[in-house]
């Protein structure tokens, strides 16, 4: 798995799904980095899938983490922050964007080269800017995440602890 950050309105995208997206964020090559996400099949060295990963504005990706339980397919996990209104949320703790950036987590699953989105949201409080860098998958494959945040609203249980996806 490898993610990073581009500008270029030729980066390659390829496989199927919810989650692939081919369209850099307007204006492409114009100061305006956009995440992406790229999975290679460790056998054969090909590329699986790759995929342009938030809205309209600069992206920056954390760290992923993969956990592969499952025998046919497999969850990644992904932090990291969105200056983009438009950041596509999926089942979101948080639909909207709070400050001038705020954090995201994203879970996706593959299976082969299809990538679906299973939730996509914002973390963050109004007025600062915040990132998760880290994420890592324990044993219980319950995903756990570190960001950093000035006023992260924690109201609830939920928003302060997220939780694995049952399959």
Known sequence: MISGITDSANFPVSGSGSAIDASCGPPCNSNNWDSYLTVVNSTTG???????VGGDDWEFPGRLARDRSAIAFSYLY?????YSANFPPVNALQAT?????DATFSIYRLEGNTLERV???FIGGPGENE???GVDVDQSTSP????????????TRRTR????LES
Do not use: C, N, W
């Open 161 to 164: 602890q997220m939780k694995g």
């Open 97 to 101: 964007r709070s400050g001038d950036a």
């Open 78 to 82: 992904q932090g990291g922050q969105s």
């Open 46 to 52: 090909a590329r699986e899938v790759s995929t342009f």
């Open 144 to 155: 756990k995440f570190s960001m950093d945040h000035q006023k992260f609203p924690t109201q």
């Open 131 to 133: 990132i998760a860098y």
């Open 119 to 121: 939730l996509s949201t």
